[in-house]
């Protein structure tokens, strides 16, 4: 197995502990594919998408048309998708995807858990060229008849991992592979369970558990803040 398979794997292990939170962040999501292509799934792929995952995360049909229905009124807030980068004690580099509908909260939010963890904020573009932008798919078992197979049929899409999991068949490609493969599957019937964005770190530090310690204060600390989508870094886990 290759490097998308072992981040993914650890990431597994530590996922959103609160399912109200992961509904607030499908949302969010939700709320920016309305925004930026409408709300029919059937022209915005985008959406689809979202849908998509709200249905792998047991998000409760009546919450998804709520949260579509509250994206086309006109008085809700969009969201602004916000990059942040950084360092963690130790040499940690940290990489923060937010979405936030008031820019200065993030910011100061973001900022105070970096320096109350002995962090340091950085500029843009101090540690994203430490992280490969990738995309994925995680899709039905059953429509999957031979995985070498599959991996030759889509060697066009620039596909990086193809494996099996207890999920489902998962690709990685990179970020710009996205919607190519998006039609490619549901050109095939070939059905979606979930697909997202991931930043995999190019090298990771292995540090002592104390050290692990200290990183992991800023990392629970950056979580819990609600206009944080993702959180990634560089610590070997």
């Not at 409760?60 to 008085?75: C, F, L, S, Y």
């Not at 990059?83 to 940290?94: K, R, S, T, W």
């Not at 340091?120 to 995985?147: P, Q, R």
Request: with cysteine.
């Amino acid at each position: 197995m290759g490097r998308a398979f072992e981040f993914r794997k650890a990431r597994k292990m530590k996922r959103w502990s609160a399912m109200a939170k992961t509904f607030t962040r499908i949302g969010k999501d939700i709320v920016m594919a309305v925004k930026e292509g409408g709300p029919n799934p059937d022209t915005n792929s985008r959406l689809r998408a979202v849908m998509q995952n709200a249905k792998a995360a047991n998000m409760p049909k009546d919450n998804v048309e709520r949260a579509i229905k509250k994206a086309t009124d006109k008085d809700t807030a969009n969201y602004k998708e916000v990059l942040f980068e950084g360092y963690a004690p130790h040499g940690i580099a940290i990489l923060l995807e937010t979405a936030t509908d008031n820019n200065n909260r993030t910011v100061a939010n973001v900022r105070a858990a970096f320096n109350k963890c002995d962090g340091n904020l950085g500029t843009s573009g101090s540690v994203v060229f430490m992280f490969d932008h990738t995309c994925n798919f995680t899709v039905k078992k059953e429509n999957i008849s031979d995985l070498e197979e599959l991996e030759l049929e889509l060697i066009d899409f620039e596909v990086e991992e193809v494996f099996d999991d207890e999920e489902g068949v998962i690709i990685y490609a990179p970020f710009e592979q996205f919607g190519a493969l998006q039609s490619y599957f549901e050109e095939n019937n070939i059905e979606i369970l979930s697909s997202g964005f991931e930043r995999i770190p190019t090298t990771t530090t292995k540090l002592t558990e104390e050290q692990q310690e200290d990183v992991n204060k800023l990392l629970e600390r950056l979580e819990e803040d609600d206009d944080v989508q993702n959180v990634y870094h560089s610590m070997e886990m």
